[in-house]
Nanobody, 115 residues
């Protein structure tokens, strides 16, 4: 079983920065893909960024050039550095681990960007 705990959310002014962290516990394989998704108010959950065990990354077009995903394999932790935040980045951000046929989710952390 895998447990994920996100941290780092909060209220920030537009143009500001936040860094989210997600610590995973349990059996995490090095080949797993870790990532961040978000659910804006009144909308469906959407991909933000993912990073594979080999370090390959994928970003949503809306965050390219502003957000950076990174991973510390030894600590089983994934980070999301968010710069130049916009009000439309306001959402609950969820950490995800995908390994083999299983998907695991954190409870989410709220990011609110004021205009």
């Amino acid at each position: 079983q895998v447990q994920l705990v996100e941290s780092g959310g909060g209220l920030v002014q537009g143009g500001g920065s936040l860094r989210l962290s997600c610590a995973a516990s349990g059996t995490i394989f090095s080949i797993s893909t870790m990532g961040w998704f978000r659910r804006p108010p009144g909308k469906q959950r959407e991909l933000v960024a993912t990073i594979t065990g080999g370090g390959s990354t994928v970003y949503a077009d809306s965050v390219k050039g502003r957000f950076t995903i990174s991973r510390d394999k030894a600590k089983h932790t994934v980070y999301l550095q968010m710069n130049s935040l916009k009000p439309e980045d306001t959402a609950v951000y969820y950490c995800n681990v995908a390994q083999y046929a299983e998907n695991y989710w954190g409870k989410g952390t709220l990011v609110t960007v004021s205009s």
